[in-house]
Nanobody, 118 residues
Framework: QVQLVESGGGLVQAGGSLRLSCAAS????????MGWFRQAPGKEREFVAA????????NYADSVKGRFTISRDNAKNTVYLQMNSLKPEDTAVYYC???????????WGQGTQVTVSS
């Protein structure tokens, strides 16, 4: 079982930056792949970025490539999402999630709101 708590959301102007954090508690955080997802009002939840349990591999949605960076610190049981050059279309509730490698994401945080003003 893994409990996830996101933080770092807020209101920022277009072109600005935010860093989201996701703190994990429970067993064996370092054995889980981690992901960030987002859901804008009236839209389906979508994938943003993911990182493998070791941190050796990452992947990103095309819409955020070159602007967002996912990272993790297994010693601190935390995964981060650095978001630069933010756009109004990045406005959403951002969720972190954990999964055993090769399986579906099973554990989800409660989400943190990111609002980008134009």
């Amino acid at each position: 079982q893994v409990q996830l708590v996101e933080s770092g959301g807020g209101l920022v102007q277009a072109g600005g930056s935010l860093r989201l954090s996701c703190a994990a508690s429970g067993r064996a955080f370092s054995s889980y792949d981690m992901g960030w997802f987002r859901q804008a009002p009236g839209k389906e939840r979508e994938f943003v970025a993911a990182i493998t349990w070791s941190g050796s591999n990452t992947n990103y949605a095309d819409s955020v490539k070159g602007r967002f960076t996912i990272s993790r610190d297994n010693a601190k049981n935390t995964v981060y999402l650095q978001m630069n050059s933010l756009k109004p279309e990045d406005t959403a509730v951002y969720y972190c999630a954990a999964r055993i490698p090769s399986l579906q994401y099973r554990y989800w945080g409660q989400g943190t709101q990111v609002t980008v003003s134009s």
